[in-house]
Structures are given as C-alpha cells and as structure tokens.
C-alpha cells in the first residue's frame, strides 16, 4: 500500500524548507554551521582562523563599546552646568569612538577572510560533486530520480553553497553580539535580560517567514525542469502570488514553453502603494533613446544599468535618473520625491521583462482571466479545508511515508464527510416513472412487489 502512496517525486525536498518552523531552523544550525566550520577549516585554515580571531575580538570591541557609552550617558545626564558635562564626557567619547573604529576595522578583516575562504569551499564542493557524479554506475544515469537528485545538488546545493559562508559569518556576528550586549544588560540590570529577548524573538520569526516566503518563490524553476525531464509539462501553470516573479515567468515561457499564470505582485514604490504622488507608471519609458520622461514632461538625465539584483526572483534594475536642476524648481516635486537632493531616481526592469509585466497586469483585470484563475480558488479551498478542518498542519508521525498515510486518509475521511452532508437522494429526487413491462401489468391488476428479487421468495 506505502508504495501506491510514495509522495510525489517533484515535491520530496521542495517544500522542506518552505515550510520549516523557527525550531526546526534552530535544531538544524548547530550541524549545518559545523559542516561550514569543517569545510572551511579544510579548505584555507588561516583565513578560518582569521575570520573566527577577528569575529570574536569584533563582538568584544562592540561590548566595550557600549560599557563606555553607558559611561558617556552617566557623564552627560550627571548634575552641573552642561559645558561641564559634556566636557568630563569627551575622554568617554572618544573611547567609544576608539572601540568602533577598531570593531569596523576587524569586520573589514573578517570580510577580506571570506572572501578568500567562499570560492575556496564552492570549488571544492563542485570538485566533490563531480567526482561523485562521476563515479556512478551506468544505469543510475538512465534513472529520472538519480537525476533529479543531481539536478537539486547541483540547482540548488552549490547555489546556497556560494552564500553560505556569508551567512554563517553574519550569523556569528549577530550571536556574538547578542551575547555581549546581553552580557553588558545583566551587569547594568538583569530585569533588562527579558527586554532584549522580546525585542530579538519577533525579528527572528519574521526572518524565518520571509525566508519562507523566499523559497517559495524559488522553486519553479525546479519543478519545470523535473516535470519537462519526465514529459509532463503543463502549458498553463497556475499558482498564487508567492511564486510569481517576473524572471521565473519569463524563464518558464522561455525554456519550457509553460504560461505561469498567478496574481502578479503590485508595484512596491512608496508613491503606488500610498496611491499619492508619481508612481513608476507615471512615468514613459524610451528604451531605444534611454530615456524617461516624467509627468512634468522633464527628460532624465542618466540612464543606468541594468543591475542584478542579489534575489534570483527580482528582475535586474534599470535606473534613471532626473537631475537637481529639473527636480528643484518642479512645481509637483512634492508629489514625486521626498530624497535628501530633491532629484527623482525612476527604477524599472529591462524592456523584455517590463513588456511581459504590463501584459500581465492588463490581464489579470479581464473576466476570461479571473475565470481561468478560478480554477485555482477551488483547489486552494480544498487546500484550506484540510489545513483548518482536518489539522494537516501537524504530522501525527514522523517519516515521510507515515505522514503521507496520514494525508491519505485524511483524504478519506474528507470525501466521506463530503457525501454524508450531500441531500438525500430519496427525498430530493421524483418517483421514477414506471416501464412499460410495469404499465402492462397494473392495467391488468396483476401485483408486482417493489423487488423483482423477492418474487421466488
Ligand atoms: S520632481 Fe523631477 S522628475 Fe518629478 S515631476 Fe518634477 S521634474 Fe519630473
């Protein structure tokens, strides 16, 4: 039975991280950051060993940094003219200073160290990927899963393995600090411990989530490429908003010939969120001359780009840019910028990706869209009502094939919950007409018994 109930190839390792809880995320980072730890050490150990001395000796920096400013704080709100309060600060002052001038030279340190350690550890995993790839026996490269699990290794494994060094860096760095300035509280006032953790636990989950939210985005890629591998490409794809940005869909159409159809994201600019002031559209594009022409009818004056952005789900950005001298004396420069030099800066993506999101913007108001969007509404209620009325949100056990089980018959139980709440088919429905066979026999007044298997008995 487990195995007519496998879960499906494409969504084994897809989901894991789109839905791991903050706990499991924790669980989970001691053995990933040893396994950087190891890699690294193998891979340049001064530059590890830099990174770790400087990280370290950056967290102290910080912690006496703010020991000293506490002093600075005393000298200031201490009684006496202010002249004289803040001139007993200045040795403090400049001690903080001293502190944070150290804390950024060791950081630029332990940036130069990974910078040196990251292509070192990519190129060995790439190294260990292809000799692994390599050494396989010659049915395995017939195998859809073997090749599945290469394209998630190499797909995904060495892209993260690129930022990983980075984040496991900025993850000591934020540890550290935490530590030290929990260490500088419990000495100025234990009961300001629990303020530092209200204040820390909220932004960590909201971390989590947008971390969530990231992956997400990024699976499409992915499941096209597993899905045209075994032949069963769909030619519409729907899905919700979280998995709509613009270089996958044009990157679905493009490699698979797969129309992505999902709620596009709205403009993000201040002015179209606050429906106040110009926002981008107000703006007209000119990509064969670069140029922008804003509502005032001003011509920009720089054009710049297109930059990548460090998200693979955001579209690379073109800037332009309006100068000082047409912005100042704009009567509507209120409505269009708020920046400190009072000169607008218009930001949008090239001309391909622009064409195919102004396209699907004008679709997504049409009814014929909304329609064939609709389809997705019923599968996102089957969705929900098994999320909220049947608890799939938590496994009852552990393993993948068990909590498929469980779905399974969940499943079960929902379809029979189904048909019990459908209308009795005896009292909705008229008598049915009798046959001819039964008009023969009551014109004859001959007895015929509602079951014709009753008459022998
Ligand atoms: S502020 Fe500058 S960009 Fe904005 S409308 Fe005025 S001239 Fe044009």
């Not at 209200?198 to 490429?225: C, D, K, W, Y």
Request: proline share 7%.
């Amino acid at each position: 039975m487990t195995e007519g109930l496998e879960e499906a190839y494409w969504s084994v390792h897809d989901g894991a991280a789109a839905s791991a809880s903050v706990r499991q995320v924790l669980s989970r980072l001691p053995k990933n950051t040893a396994v950087i730890g190891r890699l690294a050490w193998q891979a340049d150990r001064r530059s590890t060993l830099a990174a770790v001395v400087c990280q370290l000796a950056s967290a102290a920096m910080a912690a006496f940094g703010l020991i000293a400013s506490v002093k600075v704080l005393q000298h200031l709100f201490a009684a006496g003219p202010t002249p004289d309060r803040v001139r007993a600060a200045i040795p403090q002052i400049l001690i903080v200073a001293g502190f944070l001038a150290a804390r950024a030279f060791l950081e630029a340190a332990v940036a130069v160290a990974q910078a040196r350690v990251t292509p070192k550890i990519r190129t060995a995993l790439e190294c260990e990927f292809l000799h692994l790839t390599a050494h396989v026996r010659l049915e395995a490269v017939e195998d859809p899963d073997w090749h599945d699990e290469v394209h998630r290794a190499n797909d995904r494994g060495l892209f993260y393995a690129r930022m990983i060094v980075g984040q496991v860096v900025s993850l000591a760095s934020a540890t550290l600090g935490l530590i030290g300035t929990a260490g500088v509280l419990g000495v100025l006032h234990p009961a300001l411990l629990p303020l530092l953790l209200l204040s820390v636990l909220p932004v960590g989950a909201a971390a989590v989530r947008s971390a969530r939210a990231r992956f997400n985005s990024q699976v499409l890629p992915g499941i096209h490429t597993r899905l045209a591998r075994r032949g069963l490409l769909p030619a519409e794809h729907l899905v919700d908003s979280g998995y709509t940005s613009l270089p996958h869909l044009e990157q679905a159409a493009r490699d698979h010939q797969v129309t992505v159809t999902g709620p596009l994201p709205a403009n993000p600019t201040r002015q179209h969120r606050q429906a106040k002031g110009f926002a981008r559209d107000d703006f007209h594009i000119d990509y064969d001359r670069q140029q922008v022409t804003c509502p005032q009818g001003q011509v920009s004056a720089g054009w710049h780009g297109p930059y990548p952005t460090s998200s693979p789900t955001a579209a690379p950005l073109i800037v332009a840019r309006f100068t000082k001298g047409q912005c100042r004396p704009c009567p509507a420069r209120t409505q269009c910028t708020t920046t400190a030099d009072n000169a607008r800066t218009v930001g949008f993506p090239p001309r391909e990706l622009r064409d195919l999101q102004l396209r699907i913007r004008t679709e997504q108001q049409t009814p014929e869209w909304k329609t064939r969007y609709a389809v997705r509404s019923g599968v996102e209620g089957t969705v929900n009502e098994f999320a909220h009325g049947h608890g799939m949100r938590r496994c009852r056990y552990r393993g993948q094939g068990k909590a498929h089980i469980q779905h399974v018959l969940t499943a079960i139980a929902v379809n029979i919950e189904r048909l019990s709440g459908l209308p009795s088919t005896e009292a909705g429905s008229p008598p049915r007409q009798p046959t001819a066979f039964q008009n023969y026999l009551d014109q004859r007044q001959i007895p015929r018994p509602k079951s014709w298997r009753t008459l022998g008995s």
